[in-house]
């Protein structure tokens, strides 16, 4: 790795160089228990496996319900792959009971019944579950016809630890009965053997009204606070059909709204609902959202640039009908409203209505995917940030720090500006966050 600066009339850009895979640190489940593969997950307290009532399960991507506890990070690591532009959907999360033994049925008429979690019964006779399918900690990814030789496997065995999601033993595939590229199980919160937890849950923070703390926003809406943040409520006691995606402050940072892949959208305290895509059918998942200058509407963007104009917000342009190098993975307004920047994950930058172009990464060879971004306050530059840490300035935007040189033990999920555009606040998925500049440290996690 190295780091160059060029300055080009008003664009400084601070660039980072990064390796060609991810620079995470050792997940503390990896090591003998994982390479092994005899971890395996937990037990759901309180159910029956296979039985699992709604309010334990959440949408993650189509044709995938998680439980709770593995949905957060599992949602993090399909955005992940999605973001470098690798193939990896899923085929089935959670497996209820009834298609468990329908699974085991038509391994058992191909002639290999070893190669499904076959339901035993209990004292009664009747069927019991016995697949980690049925807690939703077992995700059977689909991976195309290459399998163990796909982009997308090799992603799994390069990232998925740090994730918390294992490749259990009997599923690798060196002589084994029942090899399975496809299926992954999610042992974050130590698993069985009891190893140290893994957390990747955190989709991004919140700064309270005059950047003296912070909310730690999770996947599941729930709600950390640091410093002097308000208490504005959370999604913790909601029941959300998916995960949280994107957040969003109102302009007095006494309120905030928080965005599912659907497009459901949760207001808080001053902040307030002027409508949603969650009942409408969406070509790409939402990834992200922004409120107007006036906190009266506010915009959503989905992956492939479609953007959503809801209240006073307006509509100025959007890259759903453009064919896209990368996928959009955010966006940002204008100080004025009357304009927006969407970021690709290659740091491609698409400016609509008054929004003006800085500068990009688009035309660099980049091997981290490029995250997220946040404007300056002027409005006339933005600094974009990738998933190690690595910083991107342009325009008038100032750089004052960046994890590139350190990667941090869980890839970066956001960067947030402070009010007065001196600094700034990076984000991990396990809740650390990294102050620069004028922006202070109030804690993590």
Not at 106 to 113: C, E, L, V, Y
Not at 185 to 205: K, Y
Not at 313 to 318: H, M, V, Y
């Amino acid at each position: 790795m190295h780091v160059r600066l060029a300055s080009f009339g008003s664009i400084i850009l601070i660039a980072i160089f990064l390796s060609q895979t991810p620079a995470y640190a050792d997940s503390p489940i990896t090591g003998e228990n994982y390479q092994t593969g005899d971890n395996k997950p937990t037990d759901v307290s309180g159910f029956a496996n296979g039985e699992l009532p709604g309010s334990e399960l959440i949408n993650v991507a189509p044709n995938c319900k998680a439980h709770r506890s593995a949905a957060p990070s599992l949602g993090l690591l399909l955005g992940s792959a999605r973001k470098r532009g690798i193939s990896l959907g899923t085929n089935e999360c959670y497996r209820p009971l009834s298609e468990q033994i329908a699974v085991s049925q038509r391994w058992t008429n191909a002639g290999n019944s070893a190669c499904a979690a076959a339901p035993s019964t209990t004292t009664s006779g009747a069927p019991k579950g016995m697949s980690n399918h049925g807690w939703g900690k077992a995700t059977d990814f689909k991976l195309g016809n290459r399998l163990f030789q796909s982009d997308g496997y090799r992603y799994l065995k390069a990232v998925a630890g740090s994730y918390g999601w294992n490749h259990p033993d009997w599923a690798e595939p060196q002589g084994r009965a029942c090899p399975e590229a496809w299926h992954w199980e999610w042992v974050g919160d130590g698993g069985t053997n009891g190893a140290s937890p893994v957390r990747a849950d955190v989709i991004g923070i919140l700064p309270a009204t005059f950047d003296n703390g912070y909310s730690i926003v999770t996947g599941l809406g729930a709600v950390g606070l640091h410093g002097s943040a308000p208490n504005y409520g959370s999604a913790t006691n909601i029941p959300l059909n998916w995960l949280m995606v994107g957040v969003a402050s109102a302009p007095d940072r006494i309120g905030a709204w928080m965005v599912g892949a659907d497009g459901g959208v949760f207001s808080f305290g001053s902040a307030r609902f002027y409508g949603s895509t969650g009942s409408m059918p969406l070509n790409q998942p939402i990834v992200g959202m922004t409120a107007t200058p006036s906190g009266r509407g506010y915009w959503l963007v989905a992956a492939d640039g479609g953007v959503f104009s809801f209240g006073d917000a307006q509509f100025f342009g959007s890259t759903g009908a453009t064919r896209l190098n990368k996928p959009v993975v955010g966006m940002a307004s204008t100080p004025t409203g009357l304009g927006y920047w969407l970021t690709a994950s290659d740091g491609g930058i698409f400016a609509f209505g008054d929004a003006a172009f800085y500068g990009s990464t688009g035309s660099m060879k980049l091997n981290q995917p490029v995250v997220g971004a946040t404007p300056s306050p002027t409005g006339q530059g933005y600094m974009l940030i990738a998933s190690d840490g690595g910083t991107f300035a342009f325009g008038d935007a100032r750089f004052y720090g960046s994890l590139g040189a350190t990667p941090p033990a869980q890839p970066v999920v956001s960067v947030t500006g402070t009010l007065t555009g001196n600094g700034y606040w990076i984000t991990c998925a396990n809740g650390n966050v990294y102050a620069y500049g004028d922006a202070r440290y109030f804690g993590g996690g």
